[in-house]
Protein backbone atom coordinates (compact mmCIF):
# COMPACT_ATOMS: atom_id res chain seq x y z
CA UNK A 1 0.00 0.00 0.00
CA UNK A 2 1.12 3.77 -0.48
CA UNK A 3 2.16 5.75 1.95
CA UNK A 4 -0.50 8.18 2.16
CA UNK A 5 2.12 10.78 4.53
CA UNK A 6 4.39 11.15 1.62
CA UNK A 7 4.12 14.13 -0.76
CA UNK A 8 3.48 12.37 -4.00
CA UNK A 9 0.15 11.16 -2.28
CA UNK A 10 -0.86 15.01 -1.17
CA UNK A 11 -0.89 16.57 -4.64
CA UNK A 12 -4.28 17.39 -5.18
CA UNK A 13 -5.11 21.04 -5.46
CA UNK A 14 -1.04 21.55 -6.81
CA UNK A 15 -0.08 23.14 -9.57
CA UNK A 16 2.41 21.02 -11.67
CA UNK A 17 4.28 22.53 -14.35
CA UNK A 18 5.87 20.25 -17.31
CA UNK A 19 8.73 20.35 -18.98
CA UNK A 20 6.72 19.92 -22.76
CA UNK A 21 3.71 22.01 -22.64
CA UNK A 22 3.13 25.31 -21.24
CA UNK A 23 0.68 26.06 -18.79
CA UNK A 24 0.00 23.32 -15.65
CA UNK A 25 -1.59 20.74 -14.79
CA UNK A 26 -3.44 20.25 -11.52
CA UNK A 27 -4.55 16.61 -9.94
CA UNK A 28 -8.56 16.51 -9.39
CA UNK A 29 -8.90 12.88 -7.82
CA UNK A 30 -6.51 10.52 -6.45
CA UNK A 31 -7.40 7.31 -8.04
CA UNK A 32 -7.01 3.92 -5.90
CA UNK A 33 -4.64 1.23 -6.82
CA UNK A 34 -7.76 -1.03 -6.71
CA UNK A 35 -8.77 0.72 -9.69
CA UNK A 36 -5.89 -0.57 -11.47
CA UNK A 37 -3.34 2.03 -12.25
CA UNK A 38 -0.52 -0.29 -10.88
CA UNK A 39 2.50 1.14 -9.33
CA UNK A 40 3.50 0.19 -5.69
CA UNK A 41 5.80 2.92 -6.13
CA UNK A 42 3.80 5.69 -7.44
CA UNK A 43 0.45 7.43 -6.64
CA UNK A 44 -1.87 7.89 -9.36
CA UNK A 45 -4.05 11.07 -10.16
CA UNK A 46 -7.03 12.23 -12.59
CA UNK A 47 -5.65 15.73 -13.26
CA UNK A 48 -7.08 18.84 -15.77
CA UNK A 49 -4.99 21.01 -17.30
CA UNK A 50 -5.09 24.87 -17.19
CA UNK A 51 -6.53 24.78 -20.70
CA UNK A 52 -9.33 22.27 -19.50
CA UNK A 53 -8.02 19.16 -20.89
CA UNK A 54 -7.79 16.08 -18.67
CA UNK A 55 -5.58 13.24 -18.12
CA UNK A 56 -4.12 10.54 -15.70
CA UNK A 57 -0.86 11.76 -13.58
CA UNK A 58 1.54 9.41 -12.09
CA UNK A 59 3.29 10.57 -9.27
CA UNK A 60 6.12 9.23 -6.95
CA UNK A 61 8.91 10.64 -4.76
CA UNK A 62 12.61 10.24 -3.83
CA UNK A 63 11.32 8.89 -0.40
CA UNK A 64 8.74 6.78 -1.88
CA UNK A 65 11.00 5.13 -4.95
CA UNK A 66 13.45 4.41 -2.43
CA UNK A 67 12.10 3.51 1.17
CA UNK A 68 13.12 -0.26 0.73
CA UNK A 69 17.01 1.06 0.63
CA UNK A 70 16.68 3.27 3.93
CA UNK A 71 20.37 1.49 4.84
CA UNK A 72 21.60 2.78 1.51
CA UNK A 73 23.46 6.48 1.02
CA UNK A 74 20.99 9.29 0.55
CA UNK A 75 22.64 10.55 -2.58
CA UNK A 76 22.93 7.60 -4.28
CA UNK A 77 19.27 6.68 -3.37
CA UNK A 78 18.77 10.31 -5.19
CA UNK A 79 21.01 9.11 -7.80
CA UNK A 80 19.15 5.94 -8.70
CA UNK A 81 15.47 7.39 -8.12
CA UNK A 82 16.63 10.40 -10.69
CA UNK A 83 18.20 7.56 -12.95
CA UNK A 84 14.35 6.24 -12.95
CA UNK A 85 12.37 8.91 -13.86
CA UNK A 86 14.61 9.98 -16.81
CA UNK A 87 14.93 6.62 -18.42
CA UNK A 88 11.22 6.60 -17.95
CA UNK A 89 10.69 10.06 -19.85
CA UNK A 90 13.07 9.03 -21.99
CA UNK A 91 12.00 5.81 -23.51
CA UNK A 92 7.86 7.22 -23.74
CA UNK A 93 9.48 9.94 -25.59
CA UNK A 94 11.30 7.56 -27.90
CA UNK A 95 7.85 5.29 -28.54
CA UNK A 96 6.14 8.29 -29.20
CA UNK A 97 8.81 9.40 -31.73
CA UNK A 98 8.37 6.11 -33.43
CA UNK A 99 4.79 6.33 -33.77
CA UNK A 100 3.97 3.47 -31.40
CA UNK A 101 0.24 3.43 -31.34
CA UNK A 102 -0.04 0.81 -28.89
CA UNK A 103 1.89 2.35 -26.25
CA UNK A 104 1.01 4.97 -23.90
CA UNK A 105 1.65 8.56 -24.54
CA UNK A 106 3.23 10.60 -22.16
CA UNK A 107 2.02 14.34 -22.73
CA UNK A 108 3.85 16.13 -20.16
CA UNK A 109 6.84 15.15 -17.22
CA UNK A 110 8.19 17.33 -14.74
CA UNK A 111 9.09 17.50 -11.36
CA UNK A 112 8.34 19.90 -8.08
CA UNK A 113 9.79 20.13 -4.83
CA UNK A 114 6.80 19.64 -2.53
CA UNK A 115 6.35 19.78 1.46
CA UNK A 116 3.89 17.47 3.38
CA UNK A 117 4.20 16.74 7.50
CA UNK A 118 6.85 19.10 7.53
CA UNK A 119 9.07 17.05 5.27
CA UNK A 120 10.14 18.34 1.94
CA UNK A 121 10.79 16.14 -1.26
CA UNK A 122 11.03 15.82 -4.61
CA UNK A 123 8.08 14.90 -6.64
CA UNK A 124 8.42 13.54 -10.28
CA UNK A 125 5.31 13.34 -12.25
CA UNK A 126 4.47 12.26 -15.76
CA UNK A 127 1.20 13.07 -17.49
CA UNK A 128 -0.25 10.51 -19.28
CA UNK A 129 -2.98 10.57 -22.50
CA UNK A 130 -6.54 9.54 -20.26
CA UNK A 131 -7.86 6.34 -20.59
CA UNK A 132 -11.41 4.75 -19.62
CA UNK A 133 -9.80 2.52 -16.77
CA UNK A 134 -7.44 -0.81 -17.46
CA UNK A 135 -8.73 -4.46 -18.20
CA UNK A 136 -9.18 -5.72 -14.84
CA UNK A 137 -12.15 -3.25 -14.52
CA UNK A 138 -13.36 -3.19 -17.90
CA UNK A 139 -13.49 -7.06 -17.84
CA UNK A 140 -15.50 -7.14 -14.98
CA UNK A 141 -17.83 -4.43 -16.75
CA UNK A 142 -18.61 -6.68 -19.48
CA UNK A 143 -21.67 -8.86 -19.34
CA UNK A 144 -19.38 -11.47 -21.46
CA UNK A 145 -21.91 -11.91 -23.94
CA UNK A 146 -19.33 -12.14 -27.04
CA UNK A 147 -15.00 -12.33 -25.88
CA UNK A 148 -14.35 -10.29 -29.48
CA UNK A 149 -13.44 -7.42 -27.00
CA UNK A 150 -10.79 -9.18 -25.34
CA UNK A 151 -9.45 -10.72 -28.85
CA UNK A 152 -9.28 -7.05 -29.72
CA UNK A 153 -7.16 -6.11 -26.46
CA UNK A 154 -5.06 -9.21 -26.95
CA UNK A 155 -4.37 -7.92 -30.80
CA UNK A 156 -3.22 -4.36 -29.81
CA UNK A 157 -1.13 -5.96 -26.68
CA UNK A 158 0.45 -7.85 -29.11
CA UNK A 159 0.60 -5.24 -31.61
CA UNK A 160 1.88 -2.75 -28.82
CA UNK A 161 4.91 -5.67 -27.87
CA UNK A 162 5.61 -5.89 -31.28
CA UNK A 163 6.29 -2.15 -31.73
CA UNK A 164 8.72 -2.04 -28.49
CA UNK A 165 10.58 -5.48 -30.06
CA UNK A 166 11.08 -4.14 -33.48
CA UNK A 167 12.73 -0.77 -31.33
CA UNK A 168 14.97 -3.40 -29.27
CA UNK A 169 12.68 -2.66 -26.53
CA UNK A 170 11.19 -5.20 -23.86
CA UNK A 171 8.91 -3.44 -21.64
CA UNK A 172 9.04 -6.72 -18.48
CA UNK A 173 5.50 -5.71 -17.12
CA UNK A 174 2.51 -6.37 -19.15
CA UNK A 175 -0.26 -7.74 -16.84
CA UNK A 176 -4.15 -6.43 -16.63
CA UNK A 177 -3.07 -2.95 -14.56
CA UNK A 178 -0.88 -2.20 -17.32
CA UNK A 179 -2.95 -2.76 -20.41
CA UNK A 180 -5.23 0.31 -20.47
CA UNK A 181 -8.23 0.63 -22.36
CA UNK A 182 -9.54 4.21 -24.30
CA UNK A 183 -12.26 2.72 -26.47
CA UNK A 184 -14.25 -0.69 -26.25
CA UNK A 185 -11.59 -1.37 -29.88
CA UNK A 186 -8.65 0.48 -28.60
CA UNK A 187 -6.39 -0.99 -25.91
CA UNK A 188 -2.92 0.38 -25.36
CA UNK A 189 0.04 -1.20 -23.04
CA UNK A 190 0.94 1.71 -20.38
CA UNK A 191 3.72 1.81 -17.37
CA UNK A 192 7.02 1.83 -19.09
CA UNK A 193 8.54 2.67 -15.40
CA UNK A 194 10.15 -1.42 -15.81
CA UNK A 195 11.29 -1.63 -19.35
CA UNK A 196 14.78 -2.23 -20.74
CA UNK A 197 15.76 -1.30 -24.49
CA UNK A 198 19.38 -2.08 -26.05
CA UNK A 199 19.74 1.74 -27.06
CA UNK A 200 19.01 3.53 -23.82
CA UNK A 201 20.97 2.79 -20.95
CA UNK A 202 18.09 2.51 -17.65
CA UNK A 203 18.27 1.30 -14.34
CA UNK A 204 17.05 -2.48 -14.86
CA UNK A 205 19.53 -3.02 -17.56
CA UNK A 206 21.76 -5.62 -15.27
CA UNK A 207 18.62 -7.50 -13.39
CA UNK A 208 17.42 -10.51 -14.31
CA UNK A 209 13.62 -10.51 -12.98
CA UNK A 210 12.26 -6.65 -13.71
CA UNK A 211 8.83 -7.09 -13.70
CA UNK A 212 6.13 -8.25 -11.20
CA UNK A 213 6.95 -11.62 -9.78
CA UNK A 214 3.48 -12.85 -9.81
CA UNK A 215 3.28 -12.50 -13.56
CA UNK A 216 6.50 -13.49 -14.82
CA UNK A 217 7.81 -16.81 -16.51
CA UNK A 218 9.33 -19.32 -14.35
CA UNK A 219 12.93 -18.43 -15.89
CA UNK A 220 12.74 -15.53 -13.34
CA UNK A 221 11.29 -17.52 -10.70
CA UNK A 222 15.30 -17.33 -9.33
CA UNK A 223 16.67 -20.68 -10.73
CA UNK A 224 19.50 -20.97 -12.41
CA UNK A 225 19.81 -19.72 -15.68
CA UNK A 226 22.44 -18.29 -18.53
CA UNK A 227 21.27 -15.10 -20.41
CA UNK A 228 23.11 -13.42 -23.05
CA UNK A 229 24.65 -9.96 -22.11
CA UNK A 230 25.75 -7.19 -23.87
CA UNK A 231 28.39 -5.37 -22.03
CA UNK A 232 26.64 -4.80 -18.60
CA UNK A 233 23.25 -5.29 -20.02
CA UNK A 234 21.12 -8.50 -20.20
CA UNK A 235 20.42 -8.53 -24.02
CA UNK A 236 16.93 -7.90 -25.63
CA UNK A 237 17.04 -11.71 -27.37
CA UNK A 238 16.82 -12.39 -23.64
CA UNK A 239 14.02 -10.26 -22.48
CA UNK A 240 11.87 -10.90 -25.43
CA UNK A 241 10.77 -13.99 -24.73
CA UNK A 242 9.72 -12.79 -21.24
CA UNK A 243 7.24 -10.36 -22.97
CA UNK A 244 6.14 -13.23 -25.26
CA UNK A 245 4.72 -15.64 -21.85
CA UNK A 246 3.36 -12.26 -20.35
CA UNK A 247 1.08 -11.79 -23.46
CA UNK A 248 -0.29 -15.80 -23.51
CA UNK A 249 -0.61 -15.20 -19.46
CA UNK A 250 -2.99 -12.16 -20.84
CA UNK A 251 -4.75 -14.91 -22.71
CA UNK A 252 -4.95 -17.56 -20.13
CA UNK A 253 -6.32 -14.05 -17.67
CA UNK A 254 -8.99 -13.41 -20.10
CA UNK A 255 -9.96 -17.20 -20.94
CA UNK A 256 -10.00 -18.01 -17.15
CA UNK A 257 -10.34 -15.08 -14.81
CA UNK A 258 -6.01 -15.84 -13.53
CA UNK A 259 -3.08 -14.97 -14.82
CA UNK A 260 -1.26 -18.10 -15.88
CA UNK A 261 1.66 -18.13 -13.24
CA UNK A 262 0.58 -18.63 -9.95
CA UNK A 263 -1.71 -21.47 -11.90
CA UNK A 264 1.67 -22.67 -12.32
CA UNK A 265 2.98 -22.15 -9.66
CA UNK A 266 0.39 -24.75 -7.84
CA UNK A 267 1.63 -28.18 -9.94
CA UNK A 268 5.16 -27.41 -9.03
CA UNK A 269 6.02 -30.14 -6.70
CA UNK A 270 8.44 -28.26 -3.41
CA UNK A 271 11.10 -29.84 -4.32
CA UNK A 272 10.91 -28.38 -7.77
CA UNK A 273 10.58 -24.85 -6.18
CA UNK A 274 13.41 -22.73 -7.21
CA UNK A 275 14.47 -22.35 -3.02
CA UNK A 276 14.87 -26.45 -3.01
CA UNK A 277 16.54 -27.29 -6.37
CA UNK A 278 20.14 -26.49 -6.33
CA UNK A 279 20.71 -27.70 -10.38
CA UNK A 280 20.70 -25.18 -13.44
CA UNK A 281 17.22 -24.58 -14.99
CA UNK A 282 17.28 -27.08 -17.65
CA UNK A 283 17.42 -30.02 -15.35
CA UNK A 284 14.45 -28.62 -13.72
CA UNK A 285 12.28 -27.78 -17.22
CA UNK A 286 10.97 -31.25 -17.90
CA UNK A 287 8.99 -30.89 -14.40
CA UNK A 288 7.81 -27.28 -15.20
CA UNK A 289 6.79 -28.83 -18.73
CA UNK A 290 4.43 -30.79 -16.92
CA UNK A 291 3.65 -28.06 -14.63
CA UNK A 292 2.02 -26.27 -17.26
CA UNK A 293 0.70 -29.12 -19.20
CA UNK A 294 -1.64 -29.47 -16.12
CA UNK A 295 -1.91 -25.73 -16.00
CA UNK A 296 -3.00 -25.69 -19.55
CA UNK A 297 -5.22 -28.83 -19.30
CA UNK A 298 -7.90 -26.16 -16.86
CA UNK A 299 -8.73 -24.03 -19.80
CA UNK A 300 -11.05 -26.08 -21.96
CA UNK A 301 -12.97 -26.54 -18.32
CA UNK A 302 -13.04 -22.66 -18.17
CA UNK A 303 -13.82 -21.58 -21.68
CA UNK A 304 -16.81 -23.87 -20.73
CA UNK A 305 -17.43 -22.40 -17.53
CA UNK A 306 -17.37 -18.63 -18.11
CA UNK A 307 -18.00 -18.28 -22.46
CA UNK A 308 -21.74 -18.67 -24.30
CA UNK A 309 -21.40 -22.33 -25.89
CA UNK A 310 -21.95 -20.56 -29.80
CA UNK A 311 -18.01 -19.32 -28.66
CA UNK A 312 -16.74 -21.86 -27.23
CA UNK A 313 -15.12 -23.57 -30.09
CA UNK A 314 -13.42 -20.41 -31.43
CA UNK A 315 -11.99 -19.95 -27.85
CA UNK A 316 -10.47 -23.42 -27.88
CA UNK A 317 -8.54 -22.15 -30.67
CA UNK A 318 -6.86 -19.83 -28.74
CA UNK A 319 -5.28 -22.62 -26.44
CA UNK A 320 -2.70 -24.19 -28.72
CA UNK A 321 -1.32 -20.46 -28.98
CA UNK A 322 -1.58 -19.57 -25.84
CA UNK A 323 0.64 -23.14 -24.87
CA UNK A 324 3.10 -22.04 -27.46
CA UNK A 325 3.36 -18.41 -26.05
CA UNK A 326 3.76 -19.79 -22.45
CA UNK A 327 6.36 -22.95 -22.88
CA UNK A 328 8.16 -22.91 -19.98
CA UNK A 329 11.08 -22.89 -22.50
CA UNK A 330 11.92 -19.56 -23.35
CA UNK A 331 13.74 -21.18 -26.48
CA UNK A 332 10.81 -22.58 -27.33
CA UNK A 333 8.41 -20.27 -26.36
CA UNK A 334 7.21 -18.03 -29.30
CA UNK A 335 5.22 -18.17 -32.67
CA UNK A 336 6.02 -22.04 -34.12
CA UNK A 337 5.37 -21.46 -37.28
CA UNK A 338 8.23 -18.74 -37.38
CA UNK A 339 11.14 -21.53 -37.57
CA UNK A 340 10.24 -22.18 -40.91
CA UNK A 341 9.88 -18.29 -42.08
CA UNK A 342 13.26 -17.85 -41.20
CA UNK A 343 12.19 -15.43 -37.90
CA UNK A 344 12.92 -15.14 -34.17
CA UNK A 345 9.97 -17.12 -32.19
CA UNK A 346 9.42 -14.27 -30.32
CA UNK A 347 8.28 -12.36 -33.62
CA UNK A 348 4.36 -11.56 -32.96
CA UNK A 349 3.50 -10.75 -36.26
CA UNK A 350 1.89 -14.01 -37.19
CA UNK A 351 0.22 -13.90 -33.64
CA UNK A 352 -1.17 -10.67 -33.75
CA UNK A 353 -2.91 -11.27 -37.23
CA UNK A 354 -4.50 -14.53 -35.16
CA UNK A 355 -5.91 -12.94 -32.51
CA UNK A 356 -7.62 -10.25 -35.15
CA UNK A 357 -8.72 -13.29 -37.24
CA UNK A 358 -10.74 -14.71 -34.03
CA UNK A 359 -12.18 -11.53 -33.18
CA UNK A 360 -13.65 -11.45 -36.14
CA UNK A 361 -14.88 -14.53 -36.01
CA UNK A 362 -16.05 -14.53 -33.07
CA UNK A 363 -18.01 -11.52 -34.40
CA UNK A 364 -19.50 -13.29 -37.03
CA UNK A 365 -21.26 -16.58 -34.28
Known amino acids: MINKDTPSANLIGFDLIGQKRDGHWTPIERISNDEGTGGTFSVAYKAKHSNGSE ?4 ATDVGLLTRADSQVP ?3 RMSRAASEQSFERRVLDFCSG ?5 VVTALDYGDREV ?9 FFIVFEKALGDVRSSALAQERETPSWFLRALHN ?3 GVNQLHQQGIAHNDIKPSNVLV ?8 GDLGRATADNINGPWDEMICVGDRTYVPPELWGYKIEYTKQLNKVAFSSRAPADVYLLGSMGYFFLS ?3 LTPILQNFIQPQHQPVNWTEDYSAVLPYLIDAHASAMALLPEAISGN ?3 KHQDCLLELVPLIRALTSPDPVQRGDPANTARNLPKYDLQRVTSLFDLLSKKVLRN
Not at 55 to 58: E, H, V, W
Not at 98 to 102: E, P, V, Y
Request: proline letters at 3%; a negative charge; aromatic letters at 8%.
Open 115 to 123: EHGGVRDIV
Open 98 to 102: NNMDR
Open 74 to 76: LLD
Open 257 to 259: GAP
Open 55 to 58: AFLK
Open 157 to 159: IAV
Open 307 to 309: WDS
Open 182 to 189: FTEAVQKL
